[in-house]
């Protein structure tokens, strides 16, 4: 590392430093505030963010616009991209947030001792929160109203491809916080370059926890390099296997759906698996769907036969297209001969992400439930449904992969740590 790298990790270190200083001051101020103060708050940034729509959208074309001329695949345009009917959306989940309970204060579990202590574990606010991401401007916003719900100041890191959109966000958002005569520091926006991200991830002791949310890279980099807590949300191989007891009319849908809803996000399908006894019904018209809907196929080569004699082209797979999340209109496709065999390719290729049977079989729906690992398990249901909003959660935070503290869509619960407090009336430890 020469001199001037050094210089620029430093200028960030303390960029970061003096950031999360005044995160910790407004943690604190948001760590009082009751419930009405919180979803009154957030009705005032749900409002500005409305009034906005015309600077938000027109700094998002900007950015749009960049990453057109760089050669940004549609599929991540898609992500990036903010119309004023998306960003209506996106203030009515802040609205959303409103509506649902506070976390802070709730009492997970107590109990009172022989000798008379009471005990009560209570949910409490992690306090500063880190967030890394990438082309998402929605994540600003979501991220931003669940810290405040929670009670946690929020510093953000959006990928650059964002940089305007999530600019003018926060902009909007400190100024709506003033507004609510709540300090604005609460949400902050980092916009120096990686290291900036190498300085937010080492920053224990500053930071709580940092959240990435983004792509295979983005997440590897932040787990194998960071010193402050990590939460880990993972990538979307998504895999739907129609079993030999499906309802093949809802199988259909089911997979379309999954695939082409909107092909860009983590929880859209990339892998379609189907039982042996039913393929040679069901492929040639599922197979026509998603060739229908401009989905490219690739398959193994039982796969290729039934597609050339429908007249539907389909590409040889590779084991490194069934390991791929597209995030595009790209699928691989196999036959299995069992449930069994069904299970092992989720257990090799899957990411334990979102994992969905279609089947009328109980005893097949019960044993993929037991032994698929994923965070996430859907029975005859679209894999579209992993998501905070679907769940009732208002919104999300991300989608974790990991088994500890929080697993599947992150909302409020999933923001907080616990704290036990024992009163007693002078007991004392014999």
Not at 17 to 39: F, I, P, T, W
Request: proline share 3%; net charge negative; aromatic share 2%.
């Amino acid at each position: 590392m020469n001199r001037m790298t050094d210089a620029a990790l430093e200028e960030s270190r303390q960029r970061v430093r003096d950031a999360a200083e005044r995160a910790r001051s407004a943690s604190r101020r948001l760590a009082l505030l009751s419930r009405a103060e919180k979803d009154a708050a957030l009705g005032i940034l749900a409002d500005a963010l409305t009034q906005a729509s015309g600077q938000i959208v027109a700094a998002n074309e900007s950015d749009l616009t960049r990453g057109r001329e760089q050669g940004m695949p549609e599929s991540l345009q898609d992500r990036l991209r903010l119309t004023p009917e998306r960003v209506a959306a996106i203030a009515d989940a802040l609205r959303e947030i409103a509506g649902l309970p506070d976390p802070v204060g709730e009492v997970v579990r107590g109990s009172t001792l022989a000798n008379g202590l009471q005990i009560r574990q209570v949910r409490v606010p992690m306090g500063v929160v880190g967030m890394i991401y990438e082309a998402r401007p929605n994540v600003t916003v979501d991220a931003a109203g669940l810290g405040l719900k929670s009670g946690n100041a929020m510093i953000l890191r959006g990928g650059s491809a964002a940089a305007d959109s999530n600019a003018q966000i926060v902009r909007t958002l400190r100024a709506a916080l003033e507004q609510a005569d709540l300090p604005a520091d609460a949400v902050q926006l980092l916009d120096g370059g990686h290291d900036d991200v190498t300085a937010l991830i080492t920053a224990r002791g500053l930071v709580d926890l940092v959240i990435p949310r983004g792509g295979a890279g983005l997440i590897q980099a932040v787990v194998l390099g960071a010193t402050v807590p990590v939460i880990e949300t993972g990538i979307g191989n998504v895999h739907v296997y129609v079993d030999r007891a499906a309802d093949l009319t809802v199988a259909r849908d089911i997979v379309l759906n999954s695939k082409t809803q909107r092909p860009s996000v983590c929880n859209a399908a990339e892998s379609l698996l189907v039982h042996a006894e039913v393929a040679e019904e069901f492929l040639p018209k599922v197979l026509g769907d998603l060739s229908a809907e401009g989905v490219t196929l690739y398959g193994q080569p039982l796969v290729v036969e039934l597609g050339r004699a429908a007249g539907i082209a389909v590409e040889p797979v590779t084991d490194e297209q069934f390991a791929a999340e597209f995030h595009g209109l790209e699928m691989s496709v196999g036959v299995v001969p069992t449930l069994d065999a069904a299970i092992e390719h989720i257990d090799r290729f899957g990411t334990l992400h979102t994992e969905v049977i279609v089947s009328e079989d109980r005893s097949a729906t019960r044993k993929f439930i037991a032994e698929v690992d994923a965070a996430v398990v859907m029975v005859n249901a679209s894999s579209r449904f992993t998501d905070g909003g679907e769940f009732g959660f208002g919104a999300e935070i991300g989608i974790s992969t990991q088994k500890l503290h929080a697993r599947g869509p992150m909302a409020l619960a999933e923001l907080t740590s616990t704290k036990w407090i024992v009163e007693g009336d002078g007991q004392i430890r014999a």
